[in-house]
């Protein structure tokens, strides 16, 4: 069951170290992968992209951060599952997320095995 195979994964994130690992980490589930730098990006590319099966949306970034990425997104892309991913985790950070319109949330450093069953859990 290989639910991961071909389906177009974005990556919004600004340092280039976490992009290389998540680039990594999908290609070795076969997912194809785009990157954005920072929330504006995210948005121009769902804007003219239909095929974004999935988003990995920072939270802290340049520009625009995370939570104000994921609520113009989901005015374009209502049903597009957005997971939250942030090296600051603090207490209520996952409320917050669920509340900004991300559909789950996740912690750096990310844990591959958990990282790939929630992907997995989003991805028809």
Do not use: W
């Amino acid at each position: 069951m290989n639910n991961t195979q071909n389906k177009l994964i974005l990556v919004v994130e600004d340092e280039e170290f976490n992009r290389i690992y998540f680039e990594e980490l999908l290609n070795q589930i076969h997912c194809d992968v785009i990157v954005a730098n920072n929330g504006l990006e995210a948005i121009e590319i769902c804007q003219n992209n239909d095929a974004i099966d999935l988003i990995l949306m920072d939270i802290k970034m340049p520009l625009m951060d995370g939570y104000e990425a994921t609520k113009e997104i989901k005015k374009i892309r209502p049903n597009l599952p957005i997971i939250a991913q942030t090296a600051f985790a603090l207490l209520g950070d996952k409320n917050k997320s669920l509340e900004n319109g991300c559909d789950d949330y996740i912690s750096k450093p990310v844990k591959k095995d958990v990282l790939i069953n929630l992907i997995r859990k989003y991805l028809p």
